[in-house]
């Protein structure tokens, strides 16, 4: 998935996950030392308490009484559940608490004490504890404050809250500021694909300009540049060679051509040579269908001007090619028929190269007939959903799906339905430059009989 995003977008989510993982790492820094330094803090309060505990029941002798109420004014803060004691170790004996139902309480904190330390923090059970050792006339006593910090339970809940408030928002406003600056880095490169979009196939002398030649978007700009000079030399020679080699091989099969018919008219007695000058004239015919199609193809794969377009009637162009393979194949059957809303005169009106769109619509009526089992074929103008769509559909062997991708290269052929027919697999690739020039699209599907041929005009 994380492929199928544009650059812009893999950038952009690069930039976030980045900066998130950061924001997290710098979240629960703050989250942990926060709870330390609340946790040192509490057990401070409980260690002042014990002290003050400690000097009141042993340096004053202060009663119960008097120890609870100057441990409760040390501390503007009240604590929460909390319960002070005072434990004597040789008679493992409480002296003083103020909570006796909290007595068993303290004992289990008295399993957990280091007594080799004279203060002890300890946890049990959201319970943090303060033990204070007091050697005295050798006697030793511990002094307990136990308490539930609830306040900063509260603290930390709060502070937890505030920060998923603001990775939120942080995270937002920085895949803003991601997108927004990825467009600003990939702004060049878009401007440069906007340019090779004038330039390819409509005009090759153009080049790539860029506002400063010494970065890298620029160093690619004049790599690309260097390319397209290459790419139109390339270009021209072709359209050269396509020129010259027309006119030089048009004229040699003109004259073979000719002199196999003065042949056969001179030999048309002598039947053995006569039978053998036909096969010749056959032969010479195919060579010469194969080398004008190979040279339309040529022309039209290397022709990079756009062809003159004007308001053309789809149906009359239809029409006139359907009446042209007629006329030069007598044997076919074709059958056409329109369907659909084509009532008004622009409904059936298309910007269009008339004899392009002819070529393109002889090839594939030929096609449809010479690959049929009956050499019989069905064209359908559909105007359908205010669209212009041309079926062109057979009974015949079908094509498997797996060569209908190929099926428009140039020399292609598909041997389930090519066997025993001739030609040369170039007629489709003409095809298929021909609607692409006209915007358009052409596909193939099977059918219950045989296949049908697609085209979508816009």
Not at 334 to 339: C, E, G, H, N, P
């Amino acid at each position: 998935m994380f492929k199928k995003l544009s650059i812009r977008g893999r950038l952009t989510l690069q930039f976030l996950l980045s900066v998130s993982v950061l924001f997290l790492f710098f979240g629960l820094s703050i989250y942990f030392f926060s709870d330390l330094y609340l946790e040192k803090r509490f057990f401070k309060r409980l260690q002042d308490r014990a002290v003050t505990t400690a000097t009141l029941f042993f340096d004053f002798q202060a009663t119960d009484d008097t120890i609870l109420k100057i441990v409760d004014n040390t501390d503007k803060e009240y604590l929460v559940g909390e319960v002070v004691s005072i434990y004597e170790t040789d008679r493992n004996l409480f002296l003083f608490t103020t909570d006796i139902t909290k007595e068993d309480f303290h004992r289990e904190f008295l399993k957990k004490l280091d007594k080799k330390n004279n203060i002890n923090y300890l946890t049990i059970n959201g319970y943090r504890m303060a033990a204070l050792r007091i050697p005295n006339q050798k006697q030793e006593y511990w002094v307990f404050v136990s308490a539930l910090d609830k306040t900063s339970i509260e603290a930390l809940r709060d502070l937890k809250n505030i920060l998923l408030v603001l990775a939120l928002v942080a995270l937002l406003l920085i895949g803003l500021l991601g997108w927004y600056f990825a467009q600003k880095a990939l702004g060049p490169i878009t401007y440069i694909i906007d340019q090779l979009d004038e330039i390819f196939p409509k005009n090759l002398g153009k080049r790539v300009d860029h506002s400063n030649f010494e970065d890298e978007i620029g160093k690619l700009a004049d790599t690309i540049n260097k390319l397209l000079d290459r790419v139109e030399s390339s270009i021209h020679t072709q359209k050269m060679f396509v020129a010259n080699i027309s006119h030089e091989i048009k004229n040699p099969l003109t004259k073979i051509f000719t002199q196999i018919e003065l042949l056969e008219m001179k030999y048309k007695d002598n039947p053995e040579l006569h039978e053998k000058l036909l096969s010749l004239r056959a032969d010479s015919l195919k060579l010469n269908q194969l080398t004008q199609d190979i040279l339309q193809l040529a022309h039209v794969i290397s022709n990079d001007s756009k062809l003159p377009m004007e308001a053309t009637r789809l149906d009359e162009v239809l029409w006139e090619a359907i009446s042209d393979v007629k006329k030069w194949n007598p044997d076919y059957k074709i059958k056409a028929k329109m369907v659909g809303e084509g009532s008004e005169e622009e409904d059936f009106m298309l910007m269009a190269n008339a004899d392009a769109l002819k070529v393109a619509f002889k090839n594939l009526i030929d096609n449809a007939c010479k690959f049929s089992s009956d050499q019989s074929s069905e064209v359908i103008l559909d105007f359908s959903d205010h669209k212009k769509r041309v079926y062109f559909n057979n009974n015949g062997e079908h094509i498997p799906k797996k060569e209908m991708e190929n099926l428009f290269q140039p020399f292609y052929r598909v041997n389930a339905t090519a066997k025993g027919k001739s030609g040369h697999g170039v007629g489709l690739a003409i095809v298929k430059q021909i609607i692409n020039m006209h915007e358009g699209k052409i596909s193939v599907s099977s059918t219950e009989s045989g296949n049908s041929f697609e085209l979508l005009f816009p």
